[in-house]
């Protein structure tokens, strides 16, 4: 697999052509609710849905305004290989297709989160699927990685959403769920599954009432 190395000069290229995209791109990025203060010796995983090429830019914006935590993104190991700079930032490799592969990337995500200092993005669908898409089919690793964790770990659903409005671009909406305790996840993916539904919905009834918190491009 493919290890994270961050760099402080990749993210002091990578934050201003970023933000640069972003405002060129969307419209507003609204965030429904501030992330939940996760106490400082908990362990960190953020979970959003996966429906664009955006989503790991939009996560990694939100996390730069509200947490001082090192980012560390999993990351398909062939888009990896051809996007290695995003190896600097904090990202790092899965191989969906190597049963060898999959177990090492979830024990050094496992080794990440030991540290509290640190954050990890995890995309439960492990794969692009279309939003409005109900069922989405979403991957029980999680369990596996929040096995043999010597730190509490705390499990956040996120949630992104494009819609159009009157302007040319569209808007981005986003919302984070309440935390829940990664032992329970880890003995109950129902339970993860339920939250992760309920914060879609909430975000599509923000989106639809037109509700926010702050616009982060205003």
């Given at each position: 697999?493919?290890?994270?190395e961050?760099?402080?000069?990749?993210r002091?290229l990578?934050?201003?052509?970023?933000?640069?995209?972003?405002?060129?791109?969307?419209?507003?990025?609204?965030?429904?609710?501030?992330?939940p203060?996760?106490?400082?010796?908990?362990g960190?995983?953020i979970?959003?849905?996966?429906?664009?090429?955006?989503?790991?830019?939009?996560?990694?914006?939100?996390?730069r305004?509200?947490?001082?935590?090192?980012?560390?993104?999993?990351?398909?190991?062939?888009?990896?290989?051809?996007?290695?700079?995003?190896?600097?930032l904090?990202?790092?490799?899965?191989?969906?297709?190597?049963?060898?592969?999959?177990?090492?990337?979830?024990?050094?995500t496992?080794?990440?989160?030991?540290?509290?200092?640190?954050?990890?993005?995890?995309?439960?669908?492990?794969?692009?699927?279309?939003?409005?898409?109900?069922?989405?089919?979403?991957?029980?690793?999680?369990?596996?990685?929040?096995?043999?964790?010597?730190?509490?770990?705390?499990?956040?659903?996120?949630?992104?959403?494009?819609?159009?409005?009157?302007?040319?671009?569209?808007?981005?909406?986003?919302?984070?769920?309440?935390?829940?305790?990664?032992?329970?996840?880890?003995g109950d993916?129902g339970?993860?599954?339920?939250?992760?539904?309920?914060?879609?919905?909430?975000?599509?009834?923000?989106?639809?009432?037109?509700?926010?918190?702050?616009?982060?491009?205003?």
């Amino acid at each position: 697999m493919i290890r994270a190395e961050h760099k402080r000069w990749a993210r002091m290229l990578f934050n201003p052509y970023i933000n640069r995209l972003l405002r060129k791109n969307f419209s507003h990025f609204y965030l429904v609710n501030e992330p939940p203060h996760i106490a400082e010796y908990n362990g960190l995983i953020i979970t959003p849905n996966h429906f664009s090429w955006w989503d790991g830019f939009f996560i990694d914006y939100v996390m730069r305004r509200y947490s001082n935590r090192k980012l560390y993104i999993m990351m398909l190991e062939e888009q990896l290989k051809r996007f290695w700079f995003f190896r600097k930032l904090g990202a790092y490799s899965i191989n969906i297709n190597n049963k060898e592969s999959i177990a090492e990337s979830l024990q050094y995500t496992q080794h990440i989160l030991n540290d509290p200092a640190h954050l990890v993005v995890y995309y439960p669908q492990g794969e692009i699927q279309p939003y409005d898409k109900r069922p989405l089919k979403l991957k029980p690793g999680l369990q596996r990685v929040l096995q043999n964790i010597t730190l509490p770990v705390s499990v956040v659903p996120a949630a992104f959403k494009l819609q159009y409005g009157e302007e040319q671009h569209p808007n981005v909406y986003a919302r984070f769920a309440d935390p829940l305790p990664g032992d329970e996840v880890a003995g109950d993916f129902g339970l993860f599954e339920t939250e992760f539904y309920k914060n879609l919905d909430k975000l599509d009834r923000a989106a639809l009432d037109k509700y926010f918190l702050v616009d982060l491009l205003g």
